[in-house]
Nanobody, 119 residues
């Protein structure tokens, strides 16, 4: 599975951005998907996850501001980020848990997209 993340950029505090993560490849089924972020000097942290059945989980720091969603037909996941704060500045990574036709499960990470929120 190859992942392509996009949608990052520079935005002022209070603004919005929408991240996308598209999975491509053949003969696989996507299970859970998630967004993680890593700010300079800090460890990578969970932002939000979504199951194939669309059950979601959010970090407390983003609840009420971020919304994760997915389009199973397009193998694509989204992160709508509203009311952005300078502390949301980080490289955002998508993570996908998939199952190949041979039954093996794989975890893949996207290349990361930079989100910078100015004060």
């Amino acid at each position: 599975v190859q992942l392509q993340a996009s949608g990052g950029g520079l935005v002022q505090a209070g603004g919005s951005l929408r991240l996308s993560c598209a999975a491509s490849g053949s003969r696989f089924s996507i299970n859970d998907m998630g967004w993680y972020r890593q700010a300079p000097g800090l460890q990578r942290e969970l932002v939000a996850t979504i199951t194939r059945g669309a059950s979601t989980n959010y970090a407390d720091s983003v609840k009420g501001r971020f919304t994760i969603s997915r389009d199973n037909a397009k193998n694509t996941m989204y992160l709508q980020m509203n009311s952005l704060k300078p502390e949301d500045t980080a490289v955002y990574y998508c993570k996908v848990d998939s199952t190949a036709v041979n039954g093996f499960r794989y975890v893949n990470w996207g290349q990361g997209t930079l989100v910078t929120v100015s004060s």
